[in-house]
């Protein structure tokens, strides 16, 4: 009955023998067959693809878990899985901890102000320490914990008592200042100008104008006085409301401005000493409050010359012993400060690695008895065995009576991470490929060809000797340089040049090829790999000395910029061999340069285009194979290969029989007439012969390919669909035909052979996945055109920074030198140097390298890139470490 559910087969087979049958088919025989007629050695390069992962369940017993999870951090190889994602963070089992942890980390951000404040330097940590070792146990935890706060205690108090002792000296010294400058208020030369103002203020009510009427002649007011210091910037205004709000019944004395250390504060002040003379109790109130309002700080100041002299000798002993015991205090505080800074590093460490650990822990999940905590990670496979041999020597250094156990976990539908080994070298090209997404797991990395290409497509843009050679002694200098420029902080545009130091190395070394092939240095012709093929031909015979007698071509060792002068014209000799390497320097500052050039990077360009994104198109091939995905391979790869190559890739050949023919034929007269004239061919275009007929049955195979792009994929994929549902349906009525008769056979292995399983475990959308293959078959039809001229970027870019190249050189350079002045020589060689470096090392590089970045992503990358995968972040101390934490940062 189920026989009629296999797939298509000779009838004489059975369900059974279906396996057998397709494994002995030839297209089973290609499948296994292909990726080894395909294997280049990509599978030997470790870039090629991600890291095979293992998912695996690792239980923990509860003694130990915390010294597993610490000894796991160090090899720094696992990805653990969250299984308590529905708690919060304060429902974790070990939430106390990491509260705990994070009152510690505050503790030390503390310190560190404290340390930074006081100018100390940190050192690093020690190597072997207790606190910093490879396994904190519990006990130097709790220790560290005892020990910061204690330490925390101890400081606040003495920067408590600092702050006091200090105030109290800042007090008395404005008063001794005070008692000094006001002093001077109430010498015998100003005793009589006092009395005259006080008997003044004495004989009238502060109710009244001033000093105009008395309100009852016998009734006289007492004088008093207030003494402070105040800042000199609010000395104005305080004059000023003092007299407002006494209808000027004051008087106001001030002292010359003096730098002092404001009491409250602690900053150093430009203040002045004043002096306020009133009359009644009310006008004191008044001036206490106008002191309160401005933060003028009052002193007491005696009437008395000998009771002054008395309190200012006062005041000096005073400040003696008080700056005695700060400076006991600055020592003993030192000392503190000094022995924290000591181990301030090595405690942050160990509080780092201790709340990471913590948090690790609240991932896992417990068992019901409570003594074993179970944990589900990634682990790349060949970390596996390293994993397993660390859990061991754990448990064993932990005396537990459980061991560690690792289980991998087989039946699962999650996908991996993706994980890439890297080196200095491939980071910054692999960091360039996860910019514009990371990769799927398993699938080709665009990384391996990206080493190769992207410094040889910035090459073609950027081509000089003379540029490429700075490009090189800077990307030197920073690989020269790597291990001291590594340990210090180079800022955000620095660091981002230095971490990518071997991408320049590589684009300086491709300049400098491309450079030799575009003859060109600082925009100066070589004659490196010899003079020009081209001679001066001479068409009459000359009359004079100074012309040949006889016509013909000129000597050899001729100047060819002299052909003109005499009425010659340069030619070609039929017997003249092609320039050694790249472009004949004669072309250099010749009518003709501009045309010849842009005619030879154009075509330049779309063959490199097309070799380019025939790269992608074949990676997407080895994705295909990889995945054994044969839908893909018939009906995306195969047409997809067709359509680009019979059009675009004819154009290149087309490019290359012209420049080896000589053919004078109009390349884009003919690419117009193919889609326009299908079968036409005039002699404007003809190039071969029967071209015309080889057009129409190219352009016919590639319009066959846009409905086998479209069609197949779709329908075939809903068929297998409905394979799947029938095959799943049988096997529940297996099931429950063997429960019926008793039978023990579990329904999940009545079921017969394998079978691609597309849309068994979601949703299957037909008209969505229609409407997807649509988006994709137009994507890349259209993207076919767009993108080939997406590549003649390269022939601009190129073409603009030698013609800026040449007009600084030109019209700077040589302009100046030409004026035979050697001031102006001077100035035009630094204008040249800084548009150099200014315009062609900075923005010409940047532009070239952006121009770049875009070919890779949206050229290259989207005819095989999916890039819709998640990166593995391993629970690891040392990317822990590494990452900047700002909050631990003194400010």
């Known amino acids: 009955g189920h026989q009629g559910r296999c797939p298509r087969r000779p009838q004489s087979k059975s369900c059974a023998d279906h396996t057998q049958f397709w494994d002995s088919h030839p297209r089973a025989t290609f499948a296994r067959m292909a990726p080894k007629i395909l294997d280049f050695g990509f599978n030997n390069i470790d870039l090629w693809r991600s890291e095979a992962m293992q998912l695996v369940s690792i239980m923990l017993p509860t003694e130990s878990a915390h010294e597993c999870i610490h000894a796991l951090g160090e090899v720094g190889l696992l990805q653990f899985k969250d299984l308590n994602g529905n708690k919060s963070a304060f429902q974790r089992n070990y939430a106390s901890q990491v509260r705990r942890c994070d009152e510690m980390a505050r503790r030390l951000r503390f310190f560190q102000d404290q340390v930074h404040k006081a100018g100390l330097e940190q050192p690093a940590p020690v190597a072997g320490s207790d606190l910093g070792g490879s396994i904190a146990t519990h006990f130097s935890f709790d220790a560290l914990e005892a020990k910061l706060e204690e330490l925390e205690k101890e400081l606040l108090e003495t920067n408590s008592n600092m ?103 602690g900053e150093e002040q430009s203040k002045v000493v004043f002096v306020v003379f009133f009359a009644g109790e009310r006008a004191q109130a008044k001036i206490n409050k106008i002191c309160e309002v401005f933060n003028a700080n009052k002193y007491p100041f005696p009437e008395d010359i000998a009771r002054q002299r008395q309190t ?63 944990a589900e990670a990634w682990v790349p496979v060949f970390a596996q065995q390293q994993v397993a041999e660390v859990l061991a020597r754990t448990g064993q250094a932990s005396h537990t009576q459980l061991a560690a156990a690792v289980q991998p976990i087989v039946n699962t539908q999650e996908t991996p991470p993706t994980h890439f080994r890297t080196n200095k070298f491939t980071y910054c090209f692999q960091t360039i490929v996860d910019a514009y997404g990371v990769a799927r797991y398993r699938e080709v990395n665009p990384a391996v060809l990206t ?16 540029h490429a050679a700075l490009m090189l002694l800077f990307s030197g200098y920073m690989i020269f340089k790597e291990k001291h420029l590594m340990k210090q902080d180079l800022g955000d545009m620095i660091s981002l040049l230095f971490a990518g130091r071997y991408c320049i190395l590589l684009m300086g070394i491709f300049s400098v090829y491309t450079g030799f092939m575009y003859n060109e240095f600082f925009s100066m012709p070589m004659e490196i790999f010899g003079r020009t093929g081209f001679r001066c031909w001479q068409p009459y015979a000359g009359i004079d000395g ?149 057009q129409v049955f190219l352009l016919l195979i590639a319009l066959i390919c846009v409905p086998i792009m479209l069609l197949p994929k779709p329908f075939i994929l809903r068929r297998r669909h409905r394979q799947s549902l029938s095959k799943k349906h049988d096997i529940e009525m297996t099931g429950l035909m063997h429960e019926e008769n008793g039978s023990s056979t579990s329904p999940a292995h009545a079921g017969g052979g394998g079978g691609d399983a597309h849309g068994e475990h979601g949703e299957f959308d037909f008209s969505e996945i229609l409407v997807h293959q649509m988006i994709h078959t137009i994507e890349f039809v259209l993207g076919s055109v767009s993108n080939t001229a997406s590549y003649l970027r390269l022939w601009a870019l190129s073409l603009a920074h030698s013609q800026l190249s040449s007009v600084f050189y030109d019209r700077v350079l040589m302009a100046a030198i030409d004026m035979d002045n050697i001031g102006a020589v001077f100035i035009a060689f630094f204008v040249f140097a800084c548009a150099t470096l200014g315009v062609l090392m900075v923005m010409e590089s940047l532009s070239a390298f952006l121009h770049a970045l875009r070919l890779h992503w949206v050229e290259y990358q989207n005819k095989f890139y999916k890039g819709d995968g998640y990166q593995f972040m391993p629970f690891s101390f040392k990317e822990i470490l590494a990452e900047k934490d700002d909050e631990a940062q003194p400010k």
């Open 546 to 694: 100074l012309l040949p007698r006889e016509t013909g071509y000129a000597p050899k060792g001729f100047d060819s910029r002299n052909c003109k002068t005499w009425g010659g014209e340069l030619k070609w000799p039929e017997d003249q061999h092609v320039y050694n390497f790249g472009i004949d320097p004669v072309w250099h500052g010749r009518k003709t340069e501009l045309p010849f050039l842009n005619s030879l990077k154009m075509k330049m360009s779309i063959i490199l285009g097309v070799v380019h994104m025939d790269f992608g198109i074949i990676n997407s091939l080895y994705n295909n194979l990889f995945f054994k995905d044969a839908v893909s391979l018939i009906f995306e790869f195969i047409p997809q290969m067709l359509f680009l190559n019979l059009i675009f890739g004819y154009l290149c050949i087309l490019i290359i029989s012209k420049w080896v023919s000589g053919s004078y034929a109009d390349l884009y007269h003919v690419m117009i007439n193919m889609f326009l004239k299908p079968g036409s061919m005039d002699a404007q275009g003809q190039v071969f012969e029967g071209q015309g007929g080889l």
């Open 163 to 265: 702050e006091r002792l200090q105030r109290s000296h800042s007090e008395l010294k404005e008063m001794q200042l005070v008692l000094d400058t006001a002093g001077n208020f109430f010498d015998s030369r100003a005793t009589a100008q006092l009395a005259s103002a006080g008997d003044a203020l004495g004989n009238f009510s502060e109710g009244e104008s001033p000093l105009l009427e008395a309100l009852g002649g016998d009734k006289v007011a007492k004088v008093g006085f207030v003494a402070g210091t105040i800042q000199q910037e609010k000395v104005l205004a305080f004059e000023r409301l003092l007299f407002r709000a006494t209808r000027g019944n004051v008087f106001l004395k001030q002292g010359p401005p003096g730098i002092i250390k404001d009491p409250a504060t």
């Open 451 to 466: 080493l190769m290409t992207f410094p040889f497509l910035f090459a073609v843009m950027f081509g000089d000797v003379g």
């Open 312 to 374: 200012s000798t006062e005041v000096s002993g005073r400040l003696r012993e008080l700056q005695s015991t700060n400076e006991a205090g600055d020592r003993r505080r030192d000392a503190v400060l000094r022995e924290t800074a000591s181990q301030l590093e090595e405690w942050v460490t160990t509080v780092r690695k201790e709340k990471a650990v913590y948090h690790t822990l609240n991932k896992l999940s417990m068992d019901v008895t409570s003594k074993v905590l179970i």
